[in-house]
């Protein structure tokens, strides 16, 4: 059984269009996040929500939309694709938004924008 | 500001040899501190964390961290590596009260040969 799961695995586009990134969890945990990988493995959290409420915004340009329907789910839009915002996505959970718990991450969404 | 800083991007280590990954931090806050791993074209797997009390602490798959405060340093061991320990390793705190935000580090890449 997947934990934390996240479609698609993959994901190619072109400069402009908007795409979404699915992210769903089995755990039961009340917080999700966001993180983004760059080219050189540096990770940065995004987004943060805790029972559906955004927490965490990390000076993400508004052009990225995370949405949580129900505590199981974050999911992340992104209007207007740009060339920087290729990368790998990480979705991850944890049972609560204290920093002592563990964070369970997806698989990852390798997002490559030409 | 909080900071991580991994102070090698690569380890070459040969299997069996002991292996030693540094880490260091920068805050003005009390934090905790993680070790996640990240094996190919994967997520990143909890691998040990301090919160407090002893400062040796041990995780998974053999390895163990000293939390040395003075020194603001967590530095991860193991050892006698295998070839699958062959990983990207992460040093991350956890800012107290910041609704589970974790600050990585650059990240070690570990390459065991045989």
């Known amino acids: 059984d997947t934990a934390v799961s996240q479609t698609p695995k993959y994901l190619v586009t072109q400069m402009g269009n908007d795409k979404s990134i699915k992210c769903e969890q089995n755990l039961g945990h009340d917080t999700m996040y966001w993180y983004k990988q760059d080219s050189k493995k540096f990770l940065k959290i995004m987004f943060s929500?805790?029972?559906?409420?955004?927490?965490i915004n990390e000076t993400v340009p508004n052009r990225f939309s995370p949405k949580s329907p129900d505590k199981a789910h974050l999911n992340l839009h992104i209007n207007s694709l740009e060339l920087g915002d290729s990368a790998v996505y990480f979705c991850?959970?944890?049972?609560?938004?204290?920093?002592?718990?563990?964070?369970?991450f997806g698989p990852g969404t390798r997002l490559t924008v030409l | 500001a909080q900071s991580v800083t991994q102070l090698d991007s690569q380890v070459p280590v040969f299997e069996e040899a002991p292996v030693e990954l540094r880490c260091n931090y920068s805050s003005s806050v009390s934090v905790y501190l993680f070790w996640y791993v990240q094996y190919p074209n994967q997520g990143l797997q909890l691998l040990l964390k301090?919160?407090?009390?002893?400062?040796l602490v041990k995780g998974i798959n053999g390895f163990e961290a000293e939390f040395n405060k003075s020194q603001t340093s967590f530095h991860l061991r193991k050892p006698s590596v295998h070839i699958s320990d062959t990983a990207e390793y992460f040093c991350a705190v956890g800012l107290y009260n910041q609704g589970g935000k974790l600050i990585f580090g650059q990240g070690t890449e570990l390459s065991v040969k045989p």
């Open positions: 301090y919160l407090s009390g002893s400062t």
């Open positions: 991850a959970s944890s049972q609560a938004g204290g920093n002592y718990n563990e964070q369970f």
């Open positions: 929500y805790n029972n559906k409420e955004l927490i």
